[in-house]
C-alpha cells in the first residue's frame, strides 16, 4: 500500500514536470515567434536593401548615359569649336593675303602713279621728242640726244621688251642668251644681230665695233661695265627688274629711251589687267606651301626678296624661304625637310632630264618624305616656260598663268595628276 507521502510526492513532481514542460514549451513558443519574427524582419530588410540597390543602379544607369549624352555634347562642342577656330583662322589668313594683296596693289599704283606723272610732265614738255633725260637704276642722269637706231641689248628680258614694245628694227646687238621672241634668232642667224658675249661677260670689243647710240644694262653684276662704255663715249641706261613694280617701270623707261612710249604704255596696261585678274582669282584660295629650286648641287633656292617669290605669291602660293636674308641662299636638305614643301618647282637646271633622275636625286638627299614627294607635286620646269619664270619682263603674264595653273588647277577644270612632271610647251598648255 502506497502511502500518502509518497502519493504527495509524486503529484509534487508530476506538478513540477507539468511546468516544467509548460514552460519549455512555452519558452519553445515564444522562440519560434521570435525567430518568425526575426526572419520577416530580416526578409524585409534584405527586400528593402534590394530595392534600394536596385535604385541605386538605376539611378546609376542614368548618370552614366548622362555623363555620356554629356561627353558626346561636350566632343561636339569642342568639334564645332576646333572647326569654327579652323574657319575663323582660314578666315584670318585669307583677309590678311587679301590685304596684303591689296597694300601691295596700291604700293605698285603709287610707283606706276608716280612713274605716270613723270612720264605725263615729260610728254607735256617734249611731246615725246628729242632729247630726254632720264634718271635710270643707277640713279644716273641719262641724256639721249636723238631716237636711237643702234641699240644694243645686254640682257633677254630688255631684248624681249624692245621686241615687245615694236623696237626691233633699232636693235643690232644682243647677249648669248636673248632668244625670244624666235624673231631674234632668226635674225641672228641672218647675220642682222650680232652676239656681244653672254650676260655676265660681255664683249666690249664687239660692242663698240656697232657703234650703238645706246647701250642697255641691267643693274647687278654689269654694273662694272658702266665707267668703261662711258669712258668710251657710249650712251648707257641702266634699268632694274628684281620685282613686279620695277618691270613695269622698266618697259615704260626703255619705251621713252628708244621712242616706243605710247608702244611701252599700252604694253604695261594690258600686263596690269591680266595679272590683277590672276591674283583676284586665287586670292582667297588656300596657299600650298612651294619651294623653288634653282640648282641642286649644293642647292640653291629661291629666297626672299626675289622675282621667283613675288610670282609664287601673286599666283597664290607661298614660298617655304621666303624668310631668307639672302635672295638665292644655298640650304641643306634637313632645312627643307623641316620646311615640309606642298609643291616643289626646279628651274635653271639640265642636270635632271627626266623624272626619274629628279627621284634618284632626292632619294640621295632622302627628300622622299616631303609631302610634294609623297603627293607627285614636283615639276622640272624647262625650254621656254623655264625662260619665262626666271627672266623678269613682258612675259610676266604667261609665267603667272603657268604657276597659277599648277598651283590651283581646279580653278582651269583639270586636276592634279593631270599635270606632268616636266613641263615644258610640248607636255603642258598655259593657255587654256
Not at 41 to 57: A, F, G, M
Not at 162 to 175: C, E, P, R, T
Not at 193 to 222: C, H, M, Y
Amino acid at each position: 500500500m502506497v502511502s500518502p507521502r509518497a502519493i504527495y510526492i509524486s503529484i509534487a513532481i508530476g506538478l513540477v514536470l507539468i511546468i516544467v514542460v509548460a514552460f519549455i514549451s512555452y519558452v519553445a513558443i515564444t522562440t519560434s515567434k521570435s525567430t518568425e519574427e526575426l526572419r520577416s524582419q530580416v526578409s524585409k530588410s534584405i527586400e528593402s536593401l534590394r530595392e534600394d540597390i536596385q535604385s541605386l543602379r538605376e539611378e546609376l544607369s542614368k548618370l552614366t548615359d548622362l555623363l555620356r549624352s554629356q561627353e558626346l555634347k561636350v566632343a561636339s562642342i569642342s568639334k564645332n569649336l576646333s572647326s569654327r577656330l579652323i574657319n575663323i583662322e582660314n578666315q584670318l589668313n585669307s583677309s590678311m593675303w587679301v590685304l596684303e594683296d591689296l597694300a601691295s596693289a596700291i604700293t605698285e599704283l603709287r610707283l606706276n602713279v608716280t612713274e605716270l606723272s613723270k612720264s605725263l610732265s615729260t610728254l607735256r614738255q617734249l611731246s615725246l621728242g628729242f632729247p630726254v633725260m632720264l634718271v635710270d637704276a643707277l640713279n644716273r642722269t641719262v641724256v639721249i640726244d636723238h631716237e636711237p637706231m643702234r641699240i644694243v641689248s645686254c640682257a633677254p628680258s630688255i631684248t624681249e621688251t624692245l621686241f615687245a614694245i615694236g623696237a626691233s628694227n633699232k636693235v643690232v646687238g644682243v647677249d648669248k642668251f636673248s632668244n625670244y621672241p624666235p624673231e631674234v634668232v632668226e635674225l641672228v642667224n641672218q647675220g642682222k644681230i650680232a652676239v656681244i658675249g653672254g650676260f655676265a661677260d660681255l664683249d666690249v670689243e664687239k660692242i663698240v665695233e656697232l657703234s650703238p647710240d645706246l647701250v642697255i644694262l641691267t643693274r647687278g653684276v654689269q654694273d662694272r661695265y658702266v665707267p668703261k662704255f662711258e669712258e668710251l663715249g657710249l650712251t648707257v641706261l641702266v634699268v632694274t627688274e628684281e620685282s613686279y613694280s620695277h618691270v613695269l617701270s622698266s618697259i615704260l623707261m626703255i619705251g621713252r629711251a628708244v621712242g616706243n612710249y605710247r608702244e611701252a604704255a599700252e604694253l604695261i596696261s594690258d600686263i596690269a589687267q591680266e595679272v590683277n585678274n590672276i591674283r583676284r582669282a586665287v586670292a582667297n584660295l588656300p596657299r600650298p606651301k612651294v619651294l623653288v629650286i634653282v640648282w641642286p648641287e649644293p642647292i640653291f633656292v629661291a629666297g626672299a626678296r626675289t622675282w621667283l617669290n613675288e610670282l609664287i605669291y601673286f599666283a597664290g602660293g607661298e614660298n617655304v624661304f621666303n624668310d631668307t636674308k639672302a635672295p638665292y641662299p644655298i640650304v641643306s636638305a634637313e632645312e627643307i625637310l623641316i620646311r615640309r614643301p606642298e609643291v616643289i618647282l626646279v628651274t635653271m637646271t639640265e642636270l635632271f632630264s627626266s623624272e626619274e633622275d629628279f627621284i634618284e636625286w632626292v632619294k640621295e638627299k632622302n627628300l622622299d618624305t616631303l609631302p610634294a614627294i609623297e603627293s607627285g607635286r614636283f615639276y622640272i620646269v624647262t625650254d621656254i616656260y623655264n625662260d619665262i619664270l626666271v627672266r623678269p619682263g613682258p612675259r610676266v603674264v604667261d609665267a603667272l598663268k603657268l604657276l597659277a595653273k599648277v598651283l590651283h588647277p581646279e580653278l582651269y577644270g583639270i586636276s592634279v595628276n593631270e599635270i606632268p612632271h616636266i613641263l615644258n610647251p610640248d607636255t603642258f598648255r598655259i593657255g587654256d
